[in-house]
């Protein structure tokens, strides 16, 4: 199983050091640099964009096709 984590504040960090706890494999980008090192540290593929983040990933998953281009080029729901 491959999971991507969007944002990596409380929650977010939290959620991807259990999957990395759990051996799976894990992707995690968050708009501020920085907040991925521990995480890259423990085996995390860190990405640069949103879409990096989620590129690769079957027609089927949730996400991807939920991302849009917002405003200030932001990727949104």
């Known amino acids: ?8 504040g409380s929650m977010g960090s939290a ?8 051996g799976v494999e894990t992707t995690v ?8 090192a521990p995480l890259v540290a423990r085996g ?3 990405a640069a964009t ?4 989620v590129e690769g990933r079957r027609r089927g998953d949730r996400l991807r096709p939920r991302l849009r ?6 990727w949104s729901p």
């Open 50 to 53: 949103p879409l990096e983040a």
């Open 15 to 22: 959620l991807a050091g259990a999957l990395l706890d759990k």
């Open 1 to 8: 199983m491959r999971v991507t984590v969007l944002g990596l």
């Open 29 to 36: 980008w968050n708009r501020s640099a920085g907040r991925a």
């Open 44 to 46: 995390a593929r860190e």
């Open 69 to 74: 281009r917002g405003a200030g080029g932001c």
